[in-house]
């Protein structure tokens, strides 16, 4: 039986679906990706569901409040939808994870219930109740499968979150391994349990399932490994913070899935109707969630390391305020300079904006380009005789040149090049954010000068270089078609 088959019978759902499923080119093929996917969505869900009840200091309770009303948006959103995208399926996925992670939380710590006790109530409500209830995966006619995301499964998907979140923390704190040790040991037992179904290719109810719990159980020491301290003697983690914690694991998510749909650019159909591609839909979707996680990165920056150098009341950064102080009629104009050109650029990433208003987007085309200039004479100036100016030298130069090809091939009528040098000048103005963003490592916060200038001299080639390679991704994996032999005119790859 064909995927399109499947998908023009919902008859087949019927018996085990309670209110309407996701469209069936909504919902991604379980496959060895998928995996890969779904164990980032886990651990960013993780991190995202303590900074909703942590940091913003509310409980479990209200935590929860927030994440069903998007949950409900998100479903709403998906039936309206008329782009074929796994977009809707995976921000899903990520909203029930916070909320399992606030009601595992919920019972374990407000509750104080025994964690053997919720262990074996959630094992056996889902294995007794629900798993009877649930659909089938849909199987194509090469065997892939795919979820019958119906109200049913997203029900089992929050209590598998929650039975694995309640897992993963009883593995670190009751039994005393760590998030370093847990990670490690849930993370082989998922790698163990997935190797168990890669037989049946996870269509069963059996090894898709036990998978599920069994990467919320890693995610959520995983999670947090890199946001919190282990306080264990011995123990070991990277400790983060919670905010650089999501914002690294949602950006690593978030590529996972456009490389994911780079992969999948074959154009599907909905009815016998063409539609977009499964890549075009779901890097169009991506691409507010990158611009989401990049404005948090940035407010978390401001609130972290910025404000409280602006506002010391201790006295620690007095040194520098006079130095701001100083070169205050260099400094104003630089600040100034970079804030436009950070505010500005997502603008003109915008299709609509270019379309219906092309002459706005090149007015704010030229005060980002001048912005760039001020901000980086300025800087290059305010860096003079101190250690830091070969640093700032080749950052400033690097920005100034990458906004000046963008300019020149705009102007040359160049739109793919014009688009993917001002892709790279943008990635140079984030450096203000990702440079800053490194002040979390105690490493780097500590570092020499000559160490500082080496670091910001990387930072900004992979500004540049990592846009480089995604541009040419294609042209660097897949060979070119070649003519056939006495074919010179080239004539033969017209017709390929």
């Known amino acids: 039986m064909s995927e399109n088959q499947v998908d023009h019978h919902p008859a087949m759902w019927a018996p085990s679906s309670i209110g309407e499923p996701m469209r069936f080119d909504h919902v991604p093929v379980v496959d060895g990706r998928y995996w890969l996917a779904i164990s980032l969505a886990s651990i960013f869900g993780c991190n995202l569901g303590d900074l909703i009840s942590s940091p913003l200091h509310w409980n479990h309770w209200i935590g929860l409040a927030p994440l069903a009303a998007l949950f409900a948006v998100l479903l709403s959103g998906e039936r309206r939808s008329a782009s074929a995208t796994e977009a809707w399926y995976w921000a899903v996925v990520v909203v029930l994870r916070a909320a399992a992670t606030n009601l595992a939380d919920l019972a374990t710590h407000t509750f104080g219930w025994p964690y053997p006790a919720i262990i074996l109530g959630l094992t056996a409500t889902q294995v007794i109740l629900v ?6 995966l849909r199987v194509a006619a090469d065997g892939a499968g795919r979820p019958a995301a119906n109200s049913w499964y997203w029900a089992s998907m929050l209590m598998a979150g929650t039975l694995g979140t309640v897992i993963g923390d009883g593995v670190a704190d009751q ?6 040790f847990g990670t490690l040991l849930l993370g082989v037992g998922f790698i163990g349990i997935l190797t168990l179904g890669y037989g049946s290719r996870w269509v069963t109810k059996a090894s898709y399932w036990a ?3 069994a990467v919320r159980a890693a995610g959520t020491t995983a999670g947090d490994w890199l946001a919190f301290s282990d306080g264990r003697q011995g123990g070991f983690s990277l400790n983060l913070g919670l905010p650089l914690s999501a914002i690294v694991t949602g950006a690593l998510f978030a590529g996972v899935l456009w490389f994911r749909a ?10 016998n109707k063409p539609v977009k591609s499964s890549r075009a839909s779901l890097q169009s979707a991506a691409k507010p969630l990158c611009w989401l996680v990049m404005g948090l990165a940035g407010l978390s920056v401001i609130f972290s390391t910025e404000l409280p150098i602006l506002f010391d009341k201790e006295g620690n950064n007095h040194h520098f305020l006079l130095l701001l102080v100083q070169d205050r009629l260099l400094f104003v104009p630089h600040a100034l300079g970079g804030v436009l050109a950070m505010v500005v650029g997502p603008v003109q990433f915008s299709i609509r904006l270019r379309r219906r208003h092309l002459r706005l987007h090149r007015i704010l085309g030229r005060v980002y380009a001048y912005s760039v200039l001020v901000a980086t004479v300025t800087a290059v100036a305010i860096s003079w005789s101190r250690p830091l100016f070969l640093a700032t030298l080749v950052q400033s130069s690097a920005w100034f040149v990458c906004t000046l090809l963008a300019i020149a091939t705009a102007r040359n009528g160049y739109i793919v090049q014009h688009r993917q040098w001002m892709i790279r000048s943008y990635a140079m103005t984030f450096t203000f954010i990702s440079l800053r963003f490194l002040n979390f490592i105690p490493a780097y916060a500590n570092m020499s000068d000559a160490n500082f200038t080496l670091v910001n001299i990387i930072v900004s080639f992979l500004s540049i270089s990592i846009p480089t390679i995604v ?5 660097l994996t897949t060979k070119k078609a070649c003519a056939p032999a006495g074919d010179p005119s080239g004539a033969w790859l017209q017709h390929h």
């Open 131 to 136: 798993l009877p209830i649930l659909p089938r």
């Open 175 to 180: 039994l005393g391994l760590g998030t370093g």
């Open 211 to 213: 998978a599920i719990v």
């Open 262 to 271: 780079a992969s999948q650019d074959d154009a599907v159909t909905r009815l």
């Open 471 to 475: 541009f040419d991704w294609h042209e």
